[in-house]
């Protein structure tokens, strides 16, 4: 994979998510000056066509698991798009819903042929299932479907075999927790609430992160949900999450830290809605985000 070459690749699906507007943070991002920024700051960006627009619809036929149908079908074009995308080089998805992050990771492993990891920046854990789910909406399971549980029709679109593995998986910056989720936690490779992140600094945050990651030092994929960062700094999203939250700054030390790890092949950010954010001053701060951690990448491992 080529250091100065950055694919970047969008995904307009709020099908999974609680209402519309995230299918629209893709062309948001980009008309915020995304590639520009990635360009002055020395990478070779391969802009990547977005994919078709996957709409949120109401499903009440369905209230435990809803618009799987739509989707299943998103991520099933996601995962193949990753195949083609991760050989141009390292690959920023702008999403969308986080249901996305299943098939990212799916199709970075087909890609790779390796087994993928995943560092989960998110308020919440995204695990429960249609059994504890107390909305039906898939992006609160979207980590759930990475592991290849919950609703059949989408978990039967990633493949075979799951995405990641649980002991590939590390949780960082949650603040909630529902009840049905307690379980999966312990299985994970690594659950660092926002609280215990702040206490630590960023900097060893990502190394335990990347550390409990424990697919052999392989492929890492890194999700950021835009909820992980204080509401009163980024207030463009569906739901604000209750509780201590990291900072915008944090959490850009954060990504920062864990994307110039040459582990790392995919960065996604997810949720963010521009139907909340009129001025797209907070489409900048997500621009400055990726750029940020994007120019830290292109100055290699050992250059600060």
Do not use: W
Request: proline share 7%; charged share 20%; hydrophobic share 45%.
């Amino acid at each position: 994979m080529a250091r100065h070459k950055v694919a970047v690749l969008g995904v307009p699906t709020a099908a999974g998510a609680r209402g519309p507007g995230v299918e629209r943070a893709p062309f948001a991002l980009r008309e915020a000056g995304l590639l520009f920024r990635l360009k002055a700051d020395g990478a070779t960006v391969v802009n990547l066509s977005d994919l078709s627009l996957f709409p949120h619809r109401e499903d009440a036929a369905h209230p435990r698991a809803r618009n799987a149908e739509v989707v299943a079908c998103a991520l099933r074009a996601t995962a193949d798009e990753m195949t083609r995308a991760l050989p141009e080089g390292f690959t920023v998805v702008l999403g969308g819903d986080c249901t996305l992050s299943a098939a990212v990771a799916a199709g970075a492993g087909r890609a790779l042929g390796e087994a993928v990891g995943v560092v989960y920046v998110d308020a919440n854990a995204d695990l429960n299932t249609p059994e504890t789910s107390p909305s039906g909406y898939l992006d609160g399971m979207a980590l759930a479907l990475a592991l290849g549980r919950g609703a059949e029709t989408v978990v039967a679109a990633l493949g075979p075999a799951p995405a990641v593995q649980p002991g590939h998986v590390a949780l960082v910056g949650f603040r909630e927790l529902d009840p049905g989720e307690r379980g999966a936690l312990g299985e994970l490779g690594l659950a660092l609430p926002a609280s215990a992140a702040r206490k630590l600094g960023m900097r060893v945050t990502a190394a335990l992160a990347l550390d409990g990651v424990e697919n052999g030092d392989g492929p890492v994929v890194v999700h950021l949900d835009v909820d992980a960062i204080d509401p009163s700094e980024m207030p463009a999203k569906q739901v604000s999450t209750p509780g201590p939250a990291l900072s915008l700054a944090e959490v850009s030390d954060l990504v920062t830290a864990l994307v110039a790890s040459p582990r790392v092949v995919a960065f996604e950010v997810a949720e963010y809605d521009p139907q909340r954010d009129p001025d797209r001053s907070n489409a900048g701060k997500l621009v400055d985000l990726i750029a940020r951690a994007v120019a830290r990448r292109l100055r290699g491992p050992h250059q600060l």
